[in-house]
């Protein structure tokens, strides 16, 4: 058989997205800071684009939705408010009540009532200034703070220190021994058991007891407090009073202090409760970047450009970029909405209720609901947050993993079972601390199928200790009561 080449001609049909296309998917998932700053580039790229203006304020005022592009959703009704209603309720939220009523140029945002703090490093730079060093020890204490943590923790070894200062060891430990000292208390420490003797030792509390325990954070962690209890040669009331003065301590001093700006989580979408019943739903003014095309400069330059075929097409594509971008960002807020309205239907009882009442919710019942596809309703959710009378939250925290309920009913959302272990657990008696398994046949009396090993991995993510550890706390707090207040302890009994 013998093997030829030939040249074969085929006809088919295929989908190519265009660049517009990938860029409008690409404009759906932006979150609001990438948005504003993608729409400033296109401003500086594109002359004939301008930020829509009231009263001469800039990029950032409020996008009136007209009554078609509102999207009601609710099982009665949802409506929404003006932009003006939108307005007011941003003044109320920032406590601003003699703001209302100004353009919303003018308001003032949340961080700008935010205080400057000063960083760690700021911090020990001023105690060191004000500390008498020689300037041998100036030096050192500066090389040292260039090594401390955001946490307050110093990651150096003071022998390489010191080899590369030409300097002593000794030296540098006299010098690191003053910098513990400084506030706030516990810094400079190079581990957690350094740390906590250094508070204890300014508290003048680091007796040989509490040095045993410092010494045996580990056997703390797993509340093995028998061990402890021998170790320190204590009983259980002071041990007890030990763990108190523990607790009391700052395990990482230095996060009082911010390492950096202050940052705000804006919320994208508002729901707020509605007059008439159901909820309002809006975009945040804020987030949406108004733009328009000016059309004096665009007939100006048309006339000046009419022979020059090269710059007629410079323009023309300006425009062409304008009046998609124009569209693109209006089909994005409608997207937006659409998805937050099916949300709030779907999670109307949680924003009642609470919690407890979140519905399980998958990408693919929303994106039917609204005749979208998965990927759009991914996307929207992104990096978006919601306002709501129960907090801000995150649009992908409404979609959980549905448990099968045991008596028929409808499913339940993973994050309502674990606020129902956690609920479990916190009304434990300290007679009957429930195992894992124990909660799972609670959760199953109340039409919650699930195993145990789903109840220790919930239990776990939430860094609840075990039974047998809470079995042990509890034992040594109702023993130290009973220590201190029998009469109490007996009624508590009984």
Not at 214 to 222: D, G, P
């Amino acid at each position: 058989m013998q093997s030829s080449a030939s040249l074969l001609q085929r006809q088919k049909q295929s989908m190519v997205a265009s660049p517009q296309l990938i860029a409008s998917i690409r404009l759906l998932q932006l979150a609001r800071a990438e948005l504003h700053q993608f729409v400033e580039q296109e401003l500086e790229k594109n002359p004939l684009l301008e930020p829509a203006s009231n009263d001469g304020e800039s990029f950032g005022d409020v996008l009136p939705m007209s009554r078609e592009d509102q999207i009601g959703a609710r099982e009665n009704d949802i409506d929404r408010p003006t932009s003006a209603g939108a307005s007011e309720r941003l003044g109320d939220w920032k406590s601003l009540r003699n703001t209302t009523n100004n353009p919303p140029g003018n308001r003032p945002t949340l961080d700008e009532f935010t205080a400057s703090t000063e960083t760690l490093h700021d911090h020990v730079a001023g105690q060191i200034a004000l500390t008498p060093f020689t300037p041998q020890e100036r030096l050192i204490a500066g090389q040292l703070a260039a090594h401390l943590e955001d946490t307050g923790y110093l990651q150096a070894h003071l022998s390489e220190l010191a080899e590369r200062l030409n300097i002593r060891t000794a030296d540098v430990e006299r010098v690191l021994a003053a910098l513990q000292q400084f506030d706030p208390p516990g810094i400079f420490a190079r581990t957690l058991s350094e740390c906590l003797e250094i508070q204890l030792r300014q508290r003048d509390r680091f007796d040989p007891a509490m040095a045993a325990l410092v010494a045996n954070l580990e056997l703390l962690a797993r509340r093995d407090f028998q061990a402890l209890k021998q170790l320190c040669g204590v009983d259980q009331e002071d041990l007890l009073d030990m763990l108190h003065e523990i607790r009391a301590l700052d395990p990482k001093p230095g996060n009082r202090f911010q390492s950096g700006a202050p940052e705000s989580i804006i919320p994208d979408v508002w729901v707020t409760p509605s007059p008439g019943g159901g909820w309002q739903i809006e975009l945040d003014p804020d987030t949406l970047p108004k733009l328009l095309i000016n059309q004096t400069y665009l007939a100006e330059v048309s006339r000046l450009t009419d022979q020059n075929p090269k710059d007629q097409a410079f323009l023309n594509e300006c425009l062409q970029n304008a009046n998609w971008l124009i569209r693109s960002l209006d089909q994005r807020a409608k997207t937006i909405l659409k998805v937050t309205a099916e949300i709030v239907r779907q999670q109307g009882a949680f924003l009642e209720h609470g919690v407890a009442h979140l519905r399980p919710l998958n990408l693919r019942t929303v994106a039917e609901a609204i005749n979208v596809h998965e990927s759009t309703v991914s996307r929207v959710t992104s990096n978006k947050y919601m306002l709501t009378p129960r907090g801000v939250f995150e649009l992908k925290y409404f979609f959980t993993v549905a448990l099968v309920s045991c008596q028929g009913g409808e499913a339940h959302s993973a994050e309502a079972v674990r606020h129902r272990i956690k609920a479990i657990i916190a009304a434990e008696s300290p007679g009957d601390v429930l195992s894992d398994d124990d909660i799972a046949v609670r959760l199953k009396n109340t039409g919650i199928d699930v195993a145990r090993r789903t109840v220790t991995k919930y239990r776990e993510a939430m860094n609840i200790p075990s039974s047998v550890q809470r079995r042990r706390e509890k034992r040594l707090w109702l023993s130290a009561n009973q220590g201190m207040a029998p009469g109490t302890a007996d009624q508590s009994g009984a």
